[in-house]
Antibody, heavy 120, light 108 residues
Framework: EVQLVESGGDLVQPGRSLRISCAAS????????MHWVRQPPGKGLEWVSA????????DYADSVRGRFTISRDNAKHSLYLQMNSLRAEDTAFYYC?????????????WGQGTLVTVSS | EIVLTQSPGTLSLSPGERATLSCRAS???????LAWYQQKLGQAPRLLIY???SRATGIPDRFSGSGSGTDFTLTISRLEPEDFAVYYC?????????FGQGTKLEIK
């Protein structure tokens, strides 16, 4: 069974940094593209970033490009999101999601999310 | 940039009824990467349909997807109490990964 467990969400002041993580199990992690998708409380879904199985291709939403960095450690079956220069509008549940293949497509498994709150 | 517009915003129906949810793209999109997700309150989204019409693993056959080009539909043939949730369409393409704004399916 696929399991994705996010961690690291916290209350952080605007302009500060935070790194969140996702521990994956139940599938061959290095066969799949991985994503971060976020959802402000009570609002809709927004894709944030993707990283291919070999980390050779990385994409970001315009809203986070230049501030967020996605990475993965296939040996540790883990996905990360380094978030810098955080803004109030970054407040959201951040979900780790598994892609349907090594490069692109849809999201076939999701974690339960970790809450990042940006506020002074 | 492609925009996905879902309608209606809220759909009020009773268990046993048929639900029809719409997702319209601002320009023609590839059906291969059109998906539907269900999100229940307090839970993560769950993949229901991929490739516009293929059911994901474990999804009951009362859920079906159809459409092509700019117009896509998610149909729930006979609503069960557990089907009341928010539904999102999503596409991968030149605009990368885009979600619709969601349709809330509520009990009438």
């Amino acid at each position: 069974e696929v399991q994705l467990v996010e961690s690291g969400g916290d209350l952080v002041q605007p302009g500060r940094s935070l790194r969140i993580s996702c521990a994956a199990s139940g599938f061959t992690f290095d066969d799949y593209v991985m994503h971060w998708v976020r959802q402000p409380p009570g609002k809709g879904l927004e894709w944030v970033s993707a990283i291919t199985w070999n980390s050779h291709t990385i994409d970001y939403a315009d809203s986070v490009r230049g501030r967020f960095t996605i990475s993965r450690d296939n040996a540790k079956h883990s996905l990360y999101l380094q978030m810098n220069s955080l803004r109030a509008e970054d407040t959201a549940f951040y979900y780790c999601a598994k892609g349907t293949g090594p490069y692109y497509g849809n999201f076939d498994s999701w974690g339960q999310g970790t809450l990042v709150t940006v506020s002074s | 940039e492609i925009v996905l517009t879902q309608s209606p915003g809220t759909l009020s129906l009773s268990p046993g009824e048929r639900a029809t949810l719409s997702c319209r793209a601002s320009q023609s999109v590839t059906s291969s990467f059109l998906a539907w997700y269900q999100q229940k309150l307090g839970q993560a989204p769950r993949l229901l349909i991929y490739g516009a019409s293929s059911r994901a693993t474990g999804i009951p056959d009362r859920f079906s997807g159809s459409g092509s080009g700019t117009d896509f539909t998610l149909t729930i043939s006979r609503l069960e109490p557990e089907d009341f949730a928010v539904y999102y369409c999503q596409h991968y393409g030149t605009s990368l990964y885009i979600f619709g704004q969601g349709t809330k399916l509520e009990i009438k």
